[in-house]
């Protein structure tokens, strides 16, 4: 598999060792408006999510809060700033599943899950393989054809080189025994707007990022890769039971600064939970297609470092494993 534009990490990640920050035990949280990191441009499912936790949250957190888009290295710059914030709760990152897969298809890469204090999941959501709605290639099978009469030849966008959906999409292609040129995007919202505009043939997204499209009649869905039925997507096919099945999720939780004081951290994790349960919350995140996975504290720290176990392997697996 080809990647159409390499990333050169080297450039662009600085040395990450967390800084050396005391914060008092009995500090008032929060004292100022909290930064929650989206470590990917607008538009994409994890710019959503962001937003809308953002827009509930401060009801159960008692101050306010506000997102940055800090992009760039495939979320190494926004890992990175959240990982070295001072741990005093001030500043979030969104934990998507770019966290358990670059550390082991990227060398070099800065952080992974042991780098933050996790705070909880909020969303797990399927991959899926769209073409645009003029494509000539009606189903999946259609598209795996076309790639095996012209190895390389059929471009498909990602969110980046080292993102879960890259990663989706060349297991994909081992598994199908085809060649495509992946051609990495800044999010996936970036990726899916370059095949509406034709500079790609076919992009990698999750459910809930391709959804809107689908229900715009912008895009066709070939395939969920996922073990059951998409309930926001009836009628797309999914990979479970074919050959070429691969079961990768895209997920978004919250996570803080490793070394964040535990009281803070109970604090944060009570009004995520909060969060999540708010009925208001919960309407707008189906209305995105999306269904809430709430998952908290040390549970979602342990759920982390199994994901990132089972990404491990599978970039071992797709032949991609960093060095």
């Known amino acids: 598999m080809r990647n159409a534009h390499p990333i050169p990490f080297a450039a662009v990640l600085l040395a990450t060792a967390a800084m050396a920050f005391s914060v008092p035990a009995d500090a008032k949280f929060p004292r100022k408006p909290v930064e929650l990191v989206i470590p990917f441009a607008q538009g994409g499912g ?50 998507v599943t770019t966290l358990v897969t670059a550390p082991s298809t990227v060398a070099g890469y800065p952080v992974d899950h042991s780098s933050f204090a996790p705070v909880c999941l909020l969303a797990a959501l399927p991959m899926t393989l769209s073409v645009g709605v003029d494509s000539p290639h009606k189903t999946i099978e259609d598209f795996m054809a076309a ?97 070429y099945h691969v079961n990768v999720a895209s997920f978004r939780g919250i996570a803080a600064p490793k070394g964040t004081p535990k009281p803070i951290l109970s604090q944060l994790v009570s009004a995520c939970e909060k969060t999540a349960k708010d009925p208001a919350f919960i309407e707008q995140m189906g209305k995105f297609g999306m269904e809430v996975n709430l998952m908290l504290g040390d549970k979602f720290g342990e759920w982390l470092r199994e994901q990132h176990e089972t990404y491990a392997q599978a970039a071992k697996s797709a032949g991609i494993a960093a060095k």
């Open 46 to 95: 994890t710019d959503r999510v962001g937003r809308m936790f953002a827009d509930h949250a401060p009801k159960y957190l008692g101050g306010s809060m506000f997102v940055s888009n800090r992009t760039g290295g495939s979320g190494a710059v926004g890992f990175a700033h959240g990982a070295q914030a001072r741990p005093d709760g001030h500043v979030l990152t969104m934990a």
């Open 147 to 243: 790639a095996g009469k012209q190895p390389g030849a059929l471009k498909v966008g990602t969110a980046g080189a080292a993102t879960n959906n890259y990663l989706a999409g060349v297991a994909f292609a081992k598994k199908a025994g085809i060649e495509a040129t992946f051609v990495p995007y800044g999010g996936a919202g970036p990726a899916l707007v370059a095949l509406l505009g034709g500079h790609v043939d076919a992009a990698m997204a999750d459910a809930s990022e391709a959804l809107p499209y689908l229900q715009g009649k912008q895009l066709r869905t070939l395939v969920a890769f996922s073990d059951a039925p998409v309930s926001s997507m009836p009628g797309v096919p999914i990979s479970a039971g074919k050959p």
